[in-house]
């Protein structure tokens, strides 16, 4: 609780910088903060304390997610520090930044539909503005306005679906609703089932997953690289962490209405962001379907929801985040727009031995292959699967890894080729990115080599 | 002590990180000498737990290491086992190994790829350490591919020959079916058993009756596994191609300690032989006729390292019929001798190809008496004890095995006997015309001809001693001197086979082989030495079975025509036909219509919120139908 204090002063503070006219304090505060904040959550460990009436409840598995958001707020830090120098609204940006953290640590620790409502409010409202932050970019324009317009109709869904449960069970509070579920559960009114319904609609937008996937693509490719990194990684964490903290306390008892339905949203959703990643030519685009790919795989740990999903989740989406990191401290190396195309990294392996190196290893983590942390992430997600009884998801999921391996190793293979006239230039990996590349590297093999510590903890 | 064994195996491995490590950057003599000491180390060691195990009442020791695979019911630990039998064969591994590696100084002197030879080596010492000293048939296994491994490594040492890599590759290959076998053994070890650990699986065996049907199966796999590592028939064709390595390599891996790691693995499992008679016969028959076969090729064999070679594969066709027998004390008792004046024989056939700038064929050797003076006396003494001499080691081991057999089978006997004639005829052949006569090669050659270093003659003279009086440790019953070696081995045999002559019956055959020995090296010396014959430089003068002989019975060509010519043409068929033909199709149809689908899909991302926001419509309309249908 101290933690998300902290963020929110730090938030604050950022916006002030700008006026009191510490702008050049700025990001070794806000570095030391966010450091500061793990060791609040640290601390916290093991008292799961519920806060403000049961507003927040802080319980392990809301410190293990929100300590990770923070620890990868951090990691993308290192790489957006000149996004914090070069443009001209940096104190903004930063602030926006820490709010989206606040919003994502209140939607990660909600007791109450209320505080989810509040938290995902405060995560969107700050990334629509980020998303349109490159002002003098159309795309970045049309994305921002794009992604406010879709994530108003999604959030319009998602409040329809709170009213009509609260309808139902006269509460907010997740452990009231839970209670009137079961009590009930002989004799449920229709409306329950559509209030569930439309809360499932507005989450499955958040987490982009098929068929309420479209605006994705166009938001990730349209914001900054740095924004889109930070929405594919930290923001699609905390969404899934709601996500699966709604349907795991309150929804658990209702899963074989809604299993089925979601198993197919699940399917749907993998095999759509892998198949079109295939014929993506720019990196960043195949990027963003591949995080519609990913978003796929974690719903299949709210799918299973047994006892070690929970432990899958946290691994599957600690894992692809951090990976993807890494694939996107490249690509924001890579630089402008029109030189995202994955052919101009031909040749990178020979100049930059390093750090194509270490691309590779991220992109090896991303398609899941072992000894890297998104195998054993994969495993034990597929192993829940298997032992909630969707061994055809567990197919479908295989395959379309497949097919993911597919697009991943095209971008190793291209690496290898060697470079042409007409490519554009490599990417200038600076200081930052190779430290976030090898961070990135060596805790994907960490995790990888001792998956159970990540998997355990939940 | 003992609980200390760990560090045998560990210092050649640390030797082989060290030197593979450094590579290029060590001199020869440093690297050598790296080499050298660490497997010297491990044979002090060796030597402390020896003097422990030898007193009186100690009891096989289990070390564990690690846990190594826990899954489910599977536990296997990665432990080491120190008993009488794993003793003698650390000895053996790590003195001979030292002395080779001593020797490999001064051979290899003018290597330039030295650092890789010796790291090579090293890990050859480990694996094989490992391989005895496991105390289960993982752990063995291990030890086993490791081996293997290192011999592909080192006989394609001039990695630079396409023959050379070929003998490399055919010694592996034959090594691998051997391994099936070995490792179906293993399995089928588990199952029956349902441990590895020696231990656990001959306390088990015990209660098994005789003769039983999976205990015969096991044996059996077991042996295939031996006929590859043993080079027995079918599956020895490789050992002579594996002449190919460096000539300390064949004296180390294919001669002294490798290729008895079958032997070992047999006396390991004696248990289990003693439980399946049928199994025992048929390595008794096989190890009979290899020994015969094998020492016919060697009649006709001119490459010096060849006819070692044959002979080799020749004298582990002895150590299994001792086997077969049931004379398992026996065979490791041979096992031993040959490790000394086998290695002895290979270093002096590489002391001779050194002083003859790498000519390897004897036909252009002859009178090298006196240029090589300690060469000739050790290269004697080594033929000596292998033609089975009096009192040189080959004598006590061989004519243990010949009288064993003969309690066994007079039949079996015969053939031996045989056998070990052949045996003094090719090696006094190699003999008197290496060492004889007058000098037949190249004036180049002779001028250069010279005593090898003493690095290289001091092992020599040591292997010398050792073929000299090692046979002394088992004394035959008819002299009324303690068997040592017996004794010593007899609480590692489950069941000791009756197999004792009587004492005329025995002293008979010591004489009559003795003597047989002695006619043929007066034969052999009027022919090759006063009457000067030599063997034809021209092969097409061959005729008959002398050609047959020469070529070997024409094995290699059946196996090509038998085996490798249908292989090769079904892996043809698979590819052309099979991978290309529709393996593939299938592959990239996949991948095009993958391409299509993603190409299709793409026209429904237009960009427009209008699309969109009607495509969730769509989604949220099935999501409700498909809620409806539960």
Redesign the interface.
Known sequence: MNALIVIACLGIAAMMSEVLGFKKLLLPLVAIGLISVVGLFVMDWNTSIRYYHDMLYFDNYAIAFSAMVTVLTALWLIMSKEYFISTTSKAEHAALILFCLTGAIVMISYSDLSMLFIGIEILSISLYVLAASNKHDLRSNEAGL?YF??GA??TG?LLFGITLIYGASGSFNLQEIANYLSKNSEHLPMFV?AGV?LM??GLL?KVSA???H??A??VYEGSPTLVTAFMSTIVKTAAFAAFYRLFATCFSDLS???G??LA??AALTML?GN??A??QQNFKRMLAYSSIAHAGYMLMAIVAMNHISAGAIFLYTSAYSIASLGAFACLHALGANDNEKIINLRGFIAKQPFNAGLLCLAMLSLAGIPPLAGFFAKYYLFYGVIQSGYLWLVLVAVLSSL?GV?YYFRVIYTMFLPREEEDGVLPKISGGHKILLTIVAILSLLMGIFPGILQGIL | MIQLAWLIPLFPLLGFLVIGMLNKRLPVSLSGAIASLSVFLSFVVSVIIFNEIHQVGSVPERILMFDWINVGDLNIPFSFLIDRLSVIMLLVITGVGFLIHVYSIGYMQHEQDHSRFFSYLNLFIFFMLLLVLGANYIVMFAGWEGVGLCSYLLIGFWFKYTEYNNAAKKAFIMNRIGDLGFLLGIFLIYTTFGSVSYQEVFNAAKGFPDGDAAITAITLLLFVGAMGKSAQIPLYTWLPDAMAGPTPVSALIHAATMVTAGIYMVIRSNVLYTLAPYSSEIVAIVGLVTAVFAATIGLKQNDIKKVLAYSTVSQLGYMFVALGVGAYDTALFHVVMHAFFKALLFLGAGSVIHAMSGEQDIRYMGGLKKKLPITHITFLIGTLAIAGVFPFAGFFSKDEILSKVYAFSPFMFVVLMFTSALTAIYMFRLYWLTFYGSFRGTEQQRTHLHESPSSMTMPLIILALLSTIGGFLGMPEVFHVPHYFSEFLSSIIYRKAELTLPESSELMVMGGSLTMVVLIIIMTYNHYVKKAVMPETNEGELRGFQKVLSHKYYIDEIYSALITKPIDWLASFSYKRIELGVIDRIVNGSGYILNGISSLLRYVQTGSIGTYVFGMVIGIILLVALTMIH
Request: hydrophobic share 70%.
């Open positions: 794009k317009l879709m109709f999604a869904f089932y319904l499932l609609v937008f098929a068929p309420f479209f605006w693509p166009d074989g209405w809604w089925e339905t197919i949203v759509v198949v079109l295939v014929m097919i597919y």
